[in-house]
Structures are given as C-alpha cells and as structure tokens.
C-alpha cells in the first residue's frame, strides 16, 4: 500500500472497474457463449434484459462469473490501458478501484492481478471491493472525507450522480445504455477524453 499522504488530492482519480477500464461485458458475454446462454440486445444496461432472463437467475450467473477464474483476464475497456497508464507514467495520477465485485476473497486477488497486469504494478493505490451488484453509497462517501473533489468515473449514472452528490468531479463513462440519461456529471467516451480533461 502507498502512503497516499504524499500524493495530492487532485491527482487521485476514484474509478470504477467493469465497463470503466475493465471490457467486463466481453468477458461476461464470453462466458456465457461457453455456458450455452443465448445474448438477446445488449444494449440494455440490465443482464436480464440482455438475455431475457429472470433477474434472480442472471444474479446468480454474474455471481458465478464475477467469483470465477474468468475475471482475472478481462481486457481493457477501449483506450483504457494506454492513457491510465499514461496518466500513472506521465501526469502523475494513481488511481483508486471502487468495485461491485464479489465478497470472494480469490475474485478480489484476480482482479488485483488483472489490473496489475494491465496497468502497471503502481498505478492503482487502493482496491475497494463490495458484493456483486452492491450500492456505492456508503464507500463514495466514506472516500469523499478522504479524496474530496476528485475525479470519479463510473459507467453507472445512478453511482455517478451519488458520487458527485458527495463533492467528487463526477464523469460517466458512455455506453449504449446510458446514452439517455442526465444529471450532475460530464459524459466522456473513452480515456482519451479523461486525459484531455485532466490536461486542460
């Protein structure tokens, strides 16, 4: 762990993992190939819908996911791993993992690896993981008292707006099924448009 003491405020950015800097839809999609299960429209942000399923089956099937060997080789999103590494290397940024993940302590190490791998060992500071699905309520706010007005990124605009609700530079990550969606927050396409921001 970093003596984050020593790294300014503004040069902490809080992100999210899965639809963020991790392609967690490629890998889900994947999987489920493999499993048999037919993809109906992704262009629903919910699983159920994707695979006209009932939502209590689907759960368990991202919970099966999320806890397997799978999640520790998720791709990165689009141009994530070249500007987050550009980002670390270059401006200075670390960056802090807020995740709805698994309570499984072997799914959280995979995914530690999987970003190590992808981003470089010293990129990420800090690794926050929830239950599969869990709100962001409570750790956005707990963060807050310590990385006031940074940056968070989510995909998720009901986690975007809690984090800008609690005093973080709130960006959303675009993606089909948040397209229609506003609130207090900027929308950003990619990592591309992350570092430009930051740049400005």
């Known amino acids: 762990m970093h003596n984050t003491?020593?790294?300014?405020?503004?040069?902490i950015i809080l992100t999210d993992c899965d639809g963020v800097c991790l392609d967690w839809e490629f890998g889900f999609h994947t999987w489920m190939d493999t499993h048999k299960h037919k993809l109906v429209d992704k262009n629903f942000y919910s699983v159920a819908k994707q695979y006209d399923m009932h939502p209590d089956d689907v759960k368990c099937l991202v919970e099966q996911f999320n806890s397997s060997a799978s999640i520790g080789f998720l791709p990165p999103l689009r141009d994530a791993q070249y500007y987050m590494k550009l980002m670390s290397e270059k401006l200075g940024y670390k960056f802090v993992a807020?995740?709805?993940?698994?309570?499984?302590?072997s799914a959280q190490?995979?995914?530690?690896?999987?970003?190590k791998k992808l981003f470089g060992n010293d990129?990420?500071?800090?690794?926050?993981?929830?239950g599969c699905g869990d709100d962001k309520d409570e750790?956005?706010?707990?963060?807050?008292?310590?990385?006031?007005?940074?940056?968070w990124v989510e995909?998720?605009?009901?986690?975007?707006?809690?984090?800008?609700?609690?005093?973080?530079?709130a960006l959303l990550?675009?993606?089909?099924?948040?397209?229609?969606?506003?609130?207090?927050?900027?929308?950003?396409?990619?990592?591309?448009?992350?570092?430009?921001?930051?740049?400005?």
Do not use: P, Q
């Open 123 to 130: 990129t990420f500071i800090e690794y926050h993981y929830l």
């Open 139 to 151: 750790i956005l706010l707990e963060l807050a008292n310590k990385y006031e007005g940074s940056i």
């Open 5 to 11: 003491s020593m790294i300014k405020k503004d040069k």
């Open 98 to 105: 807020v995740t709805s993940l698994s309570h499984d302590e």
């Open 155 to 169: 995909d998720k605009y009901v986690n975007a707006e809690v984090g800008a609700s609690v005093g973080f530079d």
């Open 109 to 115: 190490k995979l995914r530690t690896c999987n970003l």
């Open 173 to 200: 990550m675009e993606h089909g099924h948040n397209l229609d969606k506003k609130g207090n927050y900027r929308v950003v396409k990619n990592w591309e448009d992350i570092y430009n921001y930051v740049s400005r």
